[in-house]
């Protein structure tokens, strides 16, 4: 059973499927890293930082790890999200520049604005347009991650929960088969949900919450990990930190009280 830091002593067979996220103190959690070609949801309310944790995830893949990524944005312009993360000192431009990131733009053509983007969904709603934009991207630059930021906007244009789960699998199963380690993230408006139209968590592998609380006067952060199929995890709540460099999770350390 599962008692603070996962073991380090990991099988070879283990390691080989595993996907180090390269977030701080997050793979010790969970049994050294995620599981090669699953789909993870990263959920949370507004200001817990689910967009930074699941770019850290893409770009660490790229510069640590050799795994090159896409990213989907459906509620951001690119240039919005490379402006954002270059204070944690993440160069998406130079990372496309490169040849070794894709960054779908899923967002201009639904808000009606022309895009200059190499890769634009202009069929934003339509999902069989964004897979074959992913399957486009990732035969150009060989991906092996991908971010898809996020489902929420998804749901809200297919509005029927039944619906949503359907097109969400289609679109996790895809991500799968296409050999991408994945992430989507959802935005949820209470701290006791996991997903925003009670579906994304059934077509997901494993889903990580971030809680942004306040307590009297200050706002806490914290995390766990509340699914992750064919892995163990912590079951407990740990306190992270947004550093000037990324995320640091704190995997010896505890949240007895969600207030």
Not at 3 to 22: F, L, P
Not at 87 to 99: N, P, S, V
Not at 209 to 215: A, F, I, M, N, T
Request: glycine share 8%; aromatic share 8%; charged share 25%.
């Amino acid at each position: 059973m599962f008692d603070g830091a996962i073991s380090e002593d990991i099988s070879m067979d283990d390691a080989s499927n595993r996907v180090k996220t390269g977030i701080s103190g997050f793979d010790e959690l969970c049994g050294g890293g995620l599981i090669r070609d699953n789909t993870y949801l990263i959920s949370g309310t507004s200001g817990a930082g689910k967009t930074n944790f699941s770019i850290q995830f893409i770009y660490n893949g790229v510069v640590k790890y050799g795994e090159n990524g896409i990213i989907v944005a459906t509620e951001e312009r690119p240039d919005q999200i490379r402006e954002n993360v270059l204070r944690f000192g993440w160069d998406l431009q130079a990372l496309e520049d490169e040849g070794k990131l894709a960054i779908i733009d899923a967002c201009s053509t639904k808000i009606g604005i022309p895009s200059q983007e190499k890769y634009v969904d202009v069929r934003p709603f339509d999902m069989r347009s964004m897979m074959d934009q992913i399957i486009a991207a990732q035969e150009e630059v060989g991906a092996r991650r991908a971010l898809i930021d996020s489902s929420t906007s998804i749901g809200f244009n297919l509005h029927d929960p039944a619906k949503i789960r359907v097109e969400l699998l289609k679109l996790s199963t895809t991500l799968e088969v296409l050999g991408l380690t994945s992430m989507m993230t959802c935005e949820v408006t209470d701290d006791t949900q996991q997903s925003r139209f009670g579906v994304e968590n059934f077509v997901t592998e494993g889903t990580v919450v971030l809680y942004y609380k306040r307590h009297e006067n200050v706002r806490m952060r914290s995390m766990e990990i509340y699914k992750m199929r064919g892995s163990d995890h912590s079951k407990k709540i740990h306190p992270y930190d947004i550093t000037p460099t990324g995320f640091v999770i704190h995997p010896h350390e505890e949240v007895y009280s969600m207030f």
